[in-house]
């Protein structure tokens, strides 16, 4: 089991942090697809017990991540951790982050870095699974920097479900889910936020030899058969 001793310190969030010591262009587009909170200390939190398998799960709203790792989960028994179900999840609680968070989501704008890590470490740590699916994860680079100095892990490997941009946008109006930010206006936003900020974290994990491009367009078995050879080391675990 993955755990640390310590308990958990509140989600907190500091505008001064290094993960916001990029300058210029890459800075303004922080600034304004992302939510800040106000300045409180850092808990340096660094927990490793073990060492979880940990994929990443990338690619632009309605690309089929959760779908494809429903089915990862099903055919290898991993547990599943969407960073967008745990930050609506906090908003259904009475969280003291619930309106920030529901107003950055209904904007198709990213939420502190910090607030986002906590809730996937808290998950970690309450899993007895050792084989995690972070899926929409790292959104940005502060994103990924904040998930390494906090978990203090990098991911195992990385998948990108590439998708053309009007296949996205035609799978996020038609799937009637009830999400506040499945609506055009808020899907343009999410589709900048995605090219700015997630791009360069794919960028970065391609360099890195960590990134497993998948071709998002097919049926859900079609996709699934890109998918299946990646995770081959885990077949008889599930
Ligand atoms: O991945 P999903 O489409 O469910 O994410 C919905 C929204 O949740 C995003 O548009 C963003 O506002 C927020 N989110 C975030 N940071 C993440 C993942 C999601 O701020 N890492
Ligand atoms: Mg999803």
């Known amino acids: 089991m993955w755990r640390r001793a310590t308990s958990l310190s509140p989600l907190i969030y500091s505008f001064k942090s290094s993960f916001f010591i990029q300058q210029g262009a890459q800075q303004k587009i922080l600034e304004r697809f992302t939510t800040g909170l106000p300045l409180q200390e ?36 991993f547990k599943h951790l969407s960073a ?4 609506r999840r906090e908003i259904e609680s009475d969280s003291e982050y619930g309106s920030m968070i529901l ?15 906590k ?11 050792q084989k995690f699916l972070i899926d929409g994860f790292p959104r940005c680079e502060e994103n990924r920097r904040a998930f390494e100095k906090i978990i203090g892990a990098e991911p195992d490997m990385v998948l990108f479900f590439d998708c053309p941009e009007d296949e996205m946008v035609k799978r996020v109006l038609n799937r009637n889910q009830g999400r506040i930010d499945d609506n055009i206006e808020t899907v343009k936003t999410r589709l900048k936020v995605f090219e700015a900020l997630n791009l360069p974290v794919i960028n970065y994990y391609a360099k890195k030899g960590k990134l497993h491009k998948i071709n998002a367009i097919g049926s859900v078995d079609e996709i699934f058969e890109q998918v299946q050879p990646l995770f081959a080391a885990h077949k008889n675990e599930a």
């Open 84 to 87: 967008g179900d745990l930050l």
């Open 103 to 117: 107003n950055t989501i209904k904007e198709g704008r990213i939420v502190p870095s910090e607030v986002t890590v």
């Open 42 to 77: 850092k808990d340096g939190i660094s927990p490793k017990y073990g060492a979880p398998f940990l994929t990443f799960v990338l690619g632009g709203p309605g690309c089929g991540k959760g779908t494809q790792c429903a089915k990862i989960v099903e055919t290898f028994g």
């Open 119 to 129: 809730l996937i470490q808290r998950e970690m740590e309450s899993s007895d699974n």
